[in-house]
C-alpha cells in the first residue's frame, strides 16, 4: 500500500517550501543568482541543505521556480495596474509605469529577473516572461486602436519591441541608483510615442 501524505504533513512541506522561496528571494534581491547557492538558500532558511532537496531537484529548479513565483507577483501587479486604467492607452501607461516603478524599488532583485547572466533554464522563463508581458500590451494596443486612439500596427511586434527597449533603458537606472521620478516619465512618453500615440 503507497504512503499517503495526511493533510497536517502535507501543510508541513507545503510551509517549509514557502520558507525555502521566500529565502532565496531575499538573496535574490541581496545578491543576484550568484548569490542563491542550495547551501546559502538553505542557511537562510533556516534548515539543513538536504531538505532544500525534498521541494527543488537542486539550483536549477530552484531558481526556475524562483523566478516564476516573483515574475509571476509582478505580471499580477501590473494587469491590476492596467485594469484601473480608463482606457487601453492608458492601461498601457500605467502598465508601464507600474512595471518600472515596482523595479526601480527593489534594484537588485530586478536587475537579476531582467537581465542578469543567468543558466539557460532561467534564460528559458525570461522569454515565457517578455512574452506574457508583451501580450498584456499586444492586447491593449489592439483595443486602442479600435478605437482610434492608436494607429493600426502590428500589436505583438509593436510590444515586443516596447518590452526588450523598456528592459534595455531599466538596466542603467537598476544598476546607478537613479531614483524613479528621473525615470518614469520620460519611459511613459517614449511608450506612447512609440506606439504613436502622443
Do not use: W
Not at 67 to 85: Q, Y
Request: aromatic letters at 6%; charged letters at 20%.
Amino acid at each position: 500500500m503507497a504512503y499517503r501524505r495526511t493533510p497536517a504533513v502535507q501543510a508541513r512541506l507545503d510551509d517549509r517550501r514557502e520558507t525555502v522561496l521566500r529565502a532565496a528571494t531575499a538573496l535574490l534581491a541581496e545578491r543576484g543568482y550568484a548569490g542563491c547557492s542550495v547551501s546559502a538558500v538553505a542557511e537562510r532558511a533556516g534548515i539543513a541543505t538536504g531538505s532544500v532537496y525534498q521541494h527543488f531537484t537542486g539550483k536549477s529548479d530552484l531558481a526556475v521556480t524562483l523566478f516564476r513565483t516573483v515574475c509571476g507577483r509582478e505580471i499580477t501587479a501590473v494587469t491590476e495596474a492596467a485594469e484601473r486604467a480608463a482606457d487601453p492607452l492608458d492601461g498601457i501607461a500605467a502598465l508601464v509605469a507600474t512595471f518600472a516603478a515596482r523595479a526601480l524599488q527593489s534594484p537588485r532583485l530586478a536587475y537579476a529577473l531582467l537581465a542578469e547572466p543567468a543558466d539557460q533554464d532561467v534564460e528559458a522563463e525570461r522569454l515565457v516572461f517578455r512574452r506574457a508581458f508583451r501580450d498584456l500590451i499586444a492586447g491593449r494596443i489592439e483595443q486602442a486602436a479600435a478605437l482610434g486612439q492608436l494607429p493600426p500596427q502590428n500589436a505583438e511586434l509593436t510590444a515586443a519591441a516596447i518590452v526588450g527597449a523598456i528592459g534595455e533603458a531599466l538596466v542603467g537606472p537598476l544598476t546607478d541608483g537613479r531614483p524613479p521620478e528621473t525615470v518614469l516619465p520620460d519611459l511613459v512618453t517614449f511608450t506612447l510615442r512609440a506606439l504613436g500615440g502622443h
